[in-house]
């Protein structure tokens, strides 16, 4: 036998070692198992015992509403002591999540009655927003319509009274569409634009909506699709238009580096129709600037100032037509007076990246902006600085619009864009206040809330249009967390935690 040589092991006596390993293992492990359970069930037993005592002193303490120690003996009295004492945060818990329990059972049961009777107790959910504007932060999506817009819409719009919603995009249409439509199509298809469409706009009365597309404007009736008024208003591409809230004027913005405000009945009476050129010269229209017959009552920024020195995204105007406010990718806000030839009044500074979109609220006393970093600055027109400034997004917001709030110092704004959520905020106190569960797919490139302050319209990349229903809030008090309330309150005076 060579060196180094080790002689095998018996296979008899290798099965024996294994067994008695196994056995050795299969020992320590019951050991284990019943020093666990000896445990487990000790802490059980325990816990029942302590919720004997806590259920006893519950009970005595509901029984009545007076402030009187519940009639327990001594030792009754020290054990509950030493036990409120031991499980005070651990029953502090279990009462915060039965009350986050039941308040998410209270909301989704107001929540089903809203659906089933859009009523919530004896309040309208329209009332509880006259009442309590910052109540109502939910939305839930009542109806959605697939396949608008070709491969997906810009912008979309409510009308005056709630019954017709304008949406564009890439098919070079306006879209209008009436919400009760239960067969997804749109009723009326307005086409003969030269481009996309971008942004359309309602009249205040409804009866005209307004359309930027390519480098031209065209104003339609809505009610049978008829060509009011086309005209080439702009040197390159335009991004938006807007009416003011009296009907008067319209804004239009653009690549070219400037915004131009104008008179709507001019724009009817001298545009083209059907490819004739209108122009009355018994009409005196005072202004000094036309565009291909068109005259443009104000021209922003006038000859000799300065004004945006990159595309001129969106506009905004004032309540009373005071002024208009426009962003631009040159991350400059400006105000224009309306009341003197459109001269700028003031420039706003705070963003960093070009912004994409502006919104003022209604009665002028707050105006919102986003940009492409995702952040919202809501603003005092009367101070240079943000008054907030919003970070929820993560990525680039592309819509702002304010509730049609009734009272003052009362306002909500809501934001969505290239994350794809919706949030709710409180613009006077900077605060978000709710956020929906949102249904797109993708991008939301459009926002708008209906005249009754309890829809909301939106629009994306993923061609759809969903309207949303506001929701009430849950209701504010309930008699089982008060009880709770009221308990823990005597526990921690009669134990003197």
């Known amino acids: 036998m060579g060196k180094g040589f080790k002689k095998s092991e018996p296979t008899w006596k290798t099965a024996e070692?294994?067994?008695?390993?196994?056995?050795?293992?299969?020992?320590?492990?019951?050991?284990?198992?019943?020093?666990?359970?000896?445990?487990?069930?000790?802490?059980?037993?325990?816990?029942?015992?302590?919720?004997?005592?806590m259920n006893k002193l519950f009970m005595s303490l509901s029984a009545a509403d007076t402030e009187s120690p519940p009639?327990?003996?001594?030792?009754?009295?020290?054990k509950l002591t030493d036990v409120a004492k031991e499980?005070?945060?651990?029953?502090?818990?279990?009462?915060?999540?039965?009350?986050?329990?039941?308040?998410?059972?209270?909301?989704?049961?107001?929540?089903?009655?809203?659906?089933?009777?859009?009523k919530y107790g004896s309040m309208s959910v329209a009332d509880i927003i006259k009442e309590d504007p910052m109540a109502v932060s939910s939305?839930?999506?009542?109806?959605?319509?697939?396949?608008?817009?070709?491969?997906?819409?810009?912008?979309?719009?409510?009308?005056?009274?709630?019954?017709?919603?304008?949406?564009?995009?890439?098919?070079?249409?306006?879209?209008?569409?009436?919400?009760?439509?239960?067969?997804?199509?749109?009723?009326?298809?307005?086409?003969?634009?030269?481009?996309?469409?971008?942004?359309?706009?309602?009249?205040?009365?409804?009866?005209?909506?307004?359309?930027?597309?390519?480098?031209?404007?065209?104003?339609?009736?809505?009610?049978?699709?008829?060509?009011?008024?086309?005209?080439?208003?702009?040197?390159?591409?335009?991004?938006?238009?807007?009416?003011?809230?009296?009907?008067?004027y319209i804004i239009s913005c653009s690549n070219d580096l400037t915004s131009k405000v104008w008179i709507t009945k001019q724009a009817l009476s001298k545009g083209k129709k059907g490819g004739a050129a209108h122009h009355h010269d018994d009409e005196d229209d005072g202004e000094e600037h036309h565009e291909h017959g068109v005259p443009v009552a104000f021209h922003l920024p006038m000859e000799g100032e300065r004004g945006h020195s990159g595309a001129v995204i969106k506009g905004a105007f004032a309540h009373d037509d005071s002024f208009a406010i426009t962003v631009g990718k040159d991350k400059a806000i400006y105000m224009w007076n309306l009341k003197h030839k459109g001269s700028k009044e003031r420039e706003f500074k705070g963003h960093d990246d070009p912004i994409l979109n502006v919104a003022i609220n209604y009665d002028s006393s707050r105006f919102v902006t986003c940009d492409n970093s995702g952040r919202v600055f809501v603003w005092d027109p009367k101070v240079a600085a943000p008054v907030h400034m919003f970070r929820e997004h993560s990525d680039i917001v592309y819509c702002v619009v304010f509730g049609k709030e009734a009272k003052e110092g009362k306002g909500r704004i809501i934001t969505a864009g290239h994350d794809s959520r919706i949030l709710v905020w409180n613009c006077y106190e900077g605060t978000l206040i709710g956020e929906f569960e949102s249904k797109h797919k993708s991008w939301i490139t459009g926002m708008s809330m209906d005249s009754t302050n309890m829809k909301l319209a939106t629009v994306g990349m993923d061609s759809q249009l969903i309207i949303w229903q506001s929701l009430p809030p849950p209701p504010k008090n309930f008699e089982w967390v008060d009880k709770v309330i009221r308990v823990f309150k005597r526990i921690k005076k009669f134990t003197g935690l």
Request: proline share 3%.
């Open 71 to 78: 009639e327990l003996d001594e030792e009754e009295m020290s």
């Open 87 to 118: 499980r005070h945060m651990f029953l502090h818990q279990k009462a915060v999540d039965a009350y986050h329990e039941e308040q998410a059972r209270k909301k989704a049961q107001a929540w089903r009655m809203l659906v089933k009777e859009d």
């Open 139 to 248: 939305f839930r999506a009542a109806k959605t319509f697939s396949g608008i817009n070709g491969l997906g819409s810009y912008s979309v719009m409510w009308n005056s009274n709630s019954s017709m919603i304008a949406t564009t995009g890439h098919d070079r249409s306006l879209a209008l569409w009436r919400p009760e439509a239960v067969n997804g199509m749109p009723a009326r298809k307005l086409k003969g634009h030269k481009g996309w469409t971008i942004q359309s706009c309602f009249s205040p009365d409804g009866k005209l909506i307004c359309c930027c597309s390519s480098d031209e404007m065209y104003i339609w009736d809505p009610t049978n699709g008829t060509l009011k008024a086309e005209w080439p208003a702009h040197a390159a591409m335009i991004n938006g238009c807007q009416f003011s809230p009296s009907g008067k």
């Open 17 to 53: 070692k294994k067994k008695k390993r196994a056995q050795q293992a299969a020992a320590i492990h019951a050991d284990g198992a019943k020093t666990e359970n000896a445990s487990k069930n000790a802490k059980v037993a325990k816990a029942s015992g302590d919720q004997r005592y």
